[in-house]
């Protein structure tokens, strides 16, 4: 602290071993830095429709070394979808979360996850 009041200037610190560190490296703030400005990649549902109107598929994944179950895409309200994602967390006793328009599920639970899907109205396409 005694160093910087001997006339180093508020950008420069001296370290341990007498070198000056800039604390000020790189771009400025001024440098005409622009914010991306790219769109989503996924839209979100500006209209819901009703469970029986869904057509959901699976798809699984693999994150970090572990599977990871989605089911899409709803067309629900971000309330009612996560009302519907909790009931399934609960009966199903894993992890998941919502992430445009899919659910997200920890492990492979497309076996268990269909009926319980079914028995609240949703459908599937052909095949999944």
């Not at 508020?10 to 370290?15: H, L, N, R, V, Y």
Request: with cysteine; charged share 35%; glycine share 10%.
């Amino acid at each position: 602290m005694e160093r910087l009041k001997l006339g180093f200037s508020t950008s420069e610190k001296i370290m341990s071993r007498g070198k000056k560190l800039d604390l000020f490296i790189g771009a400025d703030i001024d440098d005409g830095w622009a914010e991306v400005q790219s769109e989503r990649k996924s839209t979100i549902a500006d209209e819901e429709i009703a469970p029986s109107k869904h057509f959901l598929h699976f798809a699984k994944e693999k994150r970090r070394g572990k599977t990871v179950t989605l089911v899409g895409e709803f067309f629900l309200s971000k309330t009612d979808a996560n009302k519907t994602l909790k009931l399934l967390k609960k009966k199903l006793g894993c992890g998941g979360s919502f992430k445009d328009g899919y659910m997200e599920f920890q492990g492979e639970l497309k076996e268990k996850l269909r009926p319980l899907l079914v028995s609240e109205g949703f459908r599937f396409k052909n095949g999944h």
